[in-house]
């Protein structure tokens, strides 16, 4: 298998995976939707599969659940994974 094709293969596994989760949140209240999927993804997942779904994102995030997307948004700006922190 190319290396794109293990890729693409890669980035297909993590948005069935996200969907799962956002799929188990759909049966929650609305108000908790978003902020689960961003907490269970933030929590459980590794660093480099959660840089992976973002990258995944910034090109459209072909596939993703709109709640998904929106949680990955609200989780992406909170992420200290992923947070630059500006030296003075």
Sequence with gaps: MSAEGFQHDHIGKLVRMANQIGAYFDS???EVRI???AEHIGQ????KMRRDIYQHLDQ???GLMPTVIAALQMLRTTD???????KV
């Excluded at 459980?44 to 660093?47: D, N, S, V």
């Design 60 to 62: 459209g995030g072909d």
């Design 44 to 47: 459980f997942w590794e660093k």
């Design 80 to 86: 200290k994974a992923f947070r630059t922190e500006s």
């Design 35 to 37: 902020p689960g999927i």
């Design 28 to 30: 929650q209240r609305e």
